[in-house]
């Protein structure tokens, strides 16, 4: 028969259970298809290495040729071994405006299997000594190719027709980006082809092989075999040697994998918790409502704890509920999430999925949460002697308040608002719930609308702050700055010249290490600008390094350490130098050097390895012309584009951050929502009361919604150390070295926040509204509870 | 009128208020038999209610022994407390207390359901006269039928004791006197023991044994030799 009680009840206080059920609903949604994503991702990712047989190291070096590679095979530790041509160059496409690049990785058709093989998608292995390509299919499909069409690349300044053979991708390239620099693969201007190696040999008319992968035999470490490879790789122009880890691709998928695996940590707990404190103080009102009820369960000889379960199966329906639909909406929405990562990683199998185990999982989850909010809300009250119980608690001590001393906002108030604000201080727990209701509202509302509103920031900072040349030149190999200065600084149209390098290098301090790239500036550079915090520029010391705050975290350095760095640009490796300063950086984990002092440094004197320019408006078509078959010019790069390709790819990549704001929105809405409607159904013969001594609906509004005005202005001013809290937790949960999330008071998203806390207020007002206008005053002052 | 079926002896209840203490009960001695028919009368505030809830097990003594057919209930563990109120007592409010979201017949069901010799729901509410509003919720009952179903509820629990706080305090004297006949014949008809809390003076008239209480004390016990039938009582 309690059953019956709580069916009823739950049906007739729906819209308060509803509002919880969806919080917990969201939350559980988050967590499940988070978890379908990264079971999926990381299955994916295993299955592909090991079907693909990715390598467990790889090494660039200058050439060597087919015999010394065989050579190299029979190194103790090494399982397999293969020497491969890896290959950069131009796609010719003058029809287009931005720089179109492949990748040519060469492939021996021959072979029965090859280490970081493509699986091939559609057309066919091209033959041995063919033209034919394989195409990863993100390049296919953005630039509108099919098997059978042809690509023109410039090879040695002259032009080559490729035809494509088939679409295929290999683990290597899961995660395809050109350079380390860039943040986002984008398909349309960068993807990797696969060209039989005789044919490549002969285009480039070069013999020996410049990049080798292999794997290890077991038992053996990959630093076991380094240090035995190593010192024969230094004979033929050693430029890197790195174990799988280190591997590009893999870096970004681990870290892609590890951001999403903190997501399910995080953030379905942020509303878990949340859904949880307002079950809690739910349960603690309607058992406060229900006294005399279990009053008379208790005299007719219910037992204590027979009670306590009737109020637990409240909570543990709703819990339930809320952990079906979450996951059954969570398994739905891991399709449309999976589609997002599909576009930025070549990874076959990667679709969403319904998982029974998640189900249980979320299930026990959300029980176990909300039937904790059910017991400790409603152990207290059982604790009374069914007397006791039956009797309503004593009234509240009426006292002055004290605002009431306060003249000038006591005597201006009507007797509506005089009535709320003694209510909303007689009632310390109901003026709590609203309280803590609106607190979380507007912190997560602002939460999402913060990391709306600062991957917006930190994109646009970086390229109308950090980066303010208009265009940058890239050279195919390193030049000396001045020949570069006198070349490109007399043209039409340049109005300023900037000579920068990028090294590539690992820098270690003690135990720690880290690969990065040190970028060489011109000591007065106004291309490129190091800032503070609050975007004030920092002057680029004549000697020394500079840090980004994170590369000096993860090197465990400050200002005076000094840095052993090796790089395949140094004359003679290692080379040391000394952290002069440390700078924040958001986008990325680089080093800083004055790029004099860098070329002094390696040994190399004026090098650089590209000019950043200052250009007059439309002098940039010309560069591109100028420069489109130029040997010695890799690429030419307008910066608007970038930004504009920047904000295309931001847009689908804050997909993710949209449902968040917006579940936050929908989350804050029903947070208070259900404080409103449950603070109305607690006051229903008070009320009323006003209502027959003749108050109209909205004057008798007044008394509630003034109060409900009143807390939430607290509400919300808590509700900001709050949502710093939040940001500290999720910045920390989602950093990696691509960004970092600094986590600085900006005024946005508390407006947001604000402005959604309001919106939610008003529409619950509107709906209490329609429901004192139906209060049948008859009904409720009849009524005994 | 022999078999003792509670016992009380120098039972005291007091309050603590703040730094007062509320003495609500002194030093109170009674013996109740099996199928008696006991009003207890006193003004407010004389510690009728005290009294019953102390009985019905509702509450703790802060002092003396209260005994359920030879077994101690002060200081009795909770779950003893709970045995003896879902099997032997039955509880009729001022006013009603039913459940506002179970119908008639489940406010029934819901004492029937936990006791372990109860009688049919149905039955007991037909007995009542109200097998035809058996489904109406206690919004849609009138006074008078809220305080049946409130008997149906505490009569179906088959209780060795029946335990009423002022059943008659809220209706008018046609309803009362129905509520009061069917007390009786509960009384009558099954042999249980019937404890009836009021300040109003001619009910007493209808009882085997009076008890009065002033001031938290009890200071007489009258037995009343031809108790009137409820259809005589009035006020």
Same mark, same amino acid.
């Given at each position: ?30 967590? *499940? ?10 299955? %994916? ?128 390239? *899961? ?17 990797? %082809? ?165 189900? &249980? ?26 007397? @006791? ?56 509302? %602002? ?18 702050? &950090?980066?303010?040349?208009? &265009? ?21 149209? *340049? ?30 550079? @106004? ?50 130098? @000394? ?35 200052? &250009? ?61 409607? *449950? ?8 009320? %009323? ?97 | 009128?022999?078999?003792?079926? =509670? ?133 849609? =009952? ?30 008018? =004297? ?8 069917? =007390? ?52």
């Amino acid at each position: 028969m309690l059953w019956k009680k709580t069916w009823r009840e739950l049906r007739e206080n729906k819209a308060a259970y509803l509002a919880c059920i969806t919080i917990i609903a969201i939350g559980l949604m988050l967590f *499940v298809s988070m978890s379908v994503i990264y079971e999926g991702l990381s299955n %994916a990712k295993n299955k592909f290495y090991s079907d693909y047989r990715f390598a467990d190291g790889f090494a660039v070096v200058r050439g060597l040729s087919e015999t010394q590679v065989a050579r190299l095979a029979s190194v103790e530790g090494v399982d397999r071994l293969e020497g491969r041509m890896v290959k950069d160059v131009r796609v010719f496409a003058p029809e287009r405006e931005e720089n179109i690049y492949l990748r040519l990785v060469s492939i021996r058709p021959e072979q029965a299997t090859r280490l970081n093989d493509a699986m091939l998608l559609g057309g066919a292995m091209p033959a041995a000594g063919s033209h034919g390509i394989l195409v990863d299919p993100a390049f296919l499909e953005a630039n509108n190719l099919q098997p059978g069409d042809t690509i023109h690349v410039i090879i040695a300044g002259n032009q080559v027709e490729l035809s494509v053979a088939g679409a295929a991708f290999s683990p290597e390239f *899961v995660y395809a980006l050109r350079n380390p620099m860039d943040i986002y693969p984008d398909p349309l201007t960068f993807g990797v %082809a696969y060209l039989p190696l005789e044919t490549m040999q002969i285009l480039f008319g070069e013999e020996t092989l410049n990049d080798i992968v292999f794997t290890l035999s077991a038992g053996y470490t990959y630093e076991d075999v380094e240090g035995r490879l190593k010192p024969r790789l230094e004979t033929f122009g050693l430029e890197s040697i790195y174990a799988r880890k280190d591997q590009f691709s893999e870096v970004m998928l681990a870290q892609e994998l590890q951001g999403v695996q903190s997501m399910v940590a995080s953030v379905p707990l942020l509303f878990l918790i949340v859904a949880a404190t307002i079950l809690y103080i739910l349960f603690k009102r309607m058992v406060e409502q229900q006294r005399g009820q279990i009053g008379i369960l208790k005299a007719l000889g219910y037992s204590s704890r027979e009670i306590l379960l009737h109020y637990l199966s409240y909570a543990l329906i709703i819990g339930a509920l809320g952990g079906l639909l979450g996951s059954l909406l969570g398994f739905w929405l891991s399709f449309p999430l999976m589609t997002v990562y599909e576009e930025f990683f070549n990874l076959p199998g990667l679709t969403g999925r319904f998982s029974f185990g998640y189900l &249980v999982i979320s299930l026990l989850f959300s029980t176990g949460f909300a039937g904790l909010a059910g017991y400790f809300g409603s152990k207290e009250v059982l604790k009374l002697q069914p007397s @006791e119980a039956m009797r309503p608690p004593a009234p509240p001590v009426a006292k002055k308040t004290l605002l009431e001393g306060w003249h000038g906002y006591w005597d201006n108030l009507t007797v509506q608002g005089k009535m709320a604000t003694r209510n909303a201080f007689r009632n310390p727990g109901r003026s709590f719930f609203t309280l803590i209701g609106v607190m979380f509202a507007f912190s997560l509302i %602002a939460t999402t609308g913060y990391f709306l509103s600062i991957t917006d920031l930190l994109i646009l900072d970086q390229f109308t702050k &950090v980066q303010t040349h208009d &265009v940058k030149v890239v050279f195919a190999a390193p030049l000396d700055s001045r020949d570069a200065r006198l070349e490109l600084s007399r043209l039409p149209g *340049v109005n300023r010249f900037e000579a920068y390098l990028e090294v590539p290098a690992i820098i270690k301090q003690g135990w720690y290490e880290k690969d990065t790239i040190v970028l060489g500036l011109e000591p007065n550079s @106004e291309m490129y600008n190091l800032l503070t915090k609050r975007g004030v520029k920092v002057p680029l010391p004549p000697e020394g390094l500079v840090l980004s705050q994170k590369l000096a975290g993860n090197l465990h350095a400050g200002v005076g350490s000094r840095l052993e760095i090796e790089s395949p640009y140094a004359k003679e490796n290692p080379v040391y130098a @000394e952290v002069v300063d440390i700078v924040p950086q958001h986008l990325g984990t680089n080093a800083y050097m004055e790029i004099n002092a860098l070329g002094r440094l390696l040994g190399q004197g004026h090098i650089s390895t590209a000019a950043l320019l200052a &250009v007059e408006e439309g002098a940039y078509p010309y560069l591109k012309d100028r420069y489109r078959e130029a040997k010695g010019v890799f690429s030419v790069e307008e910066k608007g584009a970038m930004l504009n390709k920047f904000n295309e790819l931001l847009e689908s990549y804050s997909f993710t951050y949209w449902i968040l704001a917006l579940f936050g929105m929908f989350t804050g809405f029903a947070v208070i929502y259900n404080s409103g409607v *449950v603070s109305l159904s607690e006051r229903r013969r008070e009320l %009323a009361s006003l209502r027959v001594m003749g108050m109209t609906p909205a004057e008798v509004l007044q008394v509630l919604s003034f109060e409900q005005w009143f807390v939430s202005l607290f509400g919300m001013l808590a509700g900001v150390p709050m949502t710093m809290l939040f940001l500290q937790v999720m910045a920390s949960a989602m950093d990696n070295d691509l960004f970092s999330f600094p986590v600085v008071f900006e005024l946005q998203p508390f407006i947001i926040g604000a402005v959604g806390t309001t919106v939610s207020i008003w529409l619950t007002q509107k709906v209490i509204f329609r429901k004192i206008r139906r209060l049948s005053m008859v009904e409720a002052l009849k009524e005994r509870d | 009128m022999s078999n003792v079926i =509670l016992e009380g002896k120098k039972i005291s209840k007091w309050y603590i208020m703040g730094e007062v203490r509320v003495d609500a009960l002194k030093k109170v001695t009674f013996e109740i038999y099996q199928g008696e028919f006991i009003v207890v009368l006193g003004p407010s505030g004389s510690g009728k209610s005290t009294l019953l809830n102390i009985i019905g097990g509702m509450d703790q003594v802060s002092e003396g022994e209260l005994f359920y057919l030879g077994s101690p209930l002060h200081g009795a563990e909770e779950s003893v407390v709970t045995r003896y109120r879902r099997n032997a007592v039955g509880f009729i409010f001022q006013f009603y207390n039913l459940m506002p979201n179970l119908t008639a017949f489940e406010n029934v069901q819901l004492a029937t359901e936990i006791a372990t010799d109860p009688l049919p729901a149905a039955d007991i509410l037909a007995e009542v006269g109200l097998a035809d509003r058996a489904g109406h919720f206690p919004a849609q =009952l009138s006074g008078g039928e809220q305080q049946r179903v409130a008997v149906a509820r505490a009569v179906a629990k088959n209780p060795e004791l029946l335990l009423c706080d002022e059943p008659t305090g809220a209706l008018d =004297l046609k309803t009362g006197i129905q509520i009061l006949k069917l =007390l009786r014949d509960f009384n009558i008809k099954y042999k249980k023991t019937v404890m009836v809390i009021t300040h109003n003076a001619s009910i007493a008239d209808m009882a085997d044994r009076v008890f009065s209480l002033k001031d938290g004390e009890l200071v007489s016990v009258r037995v009343i030799d031809n108790p009137k039938s409820p259809e005589e009582v009035s006020w």
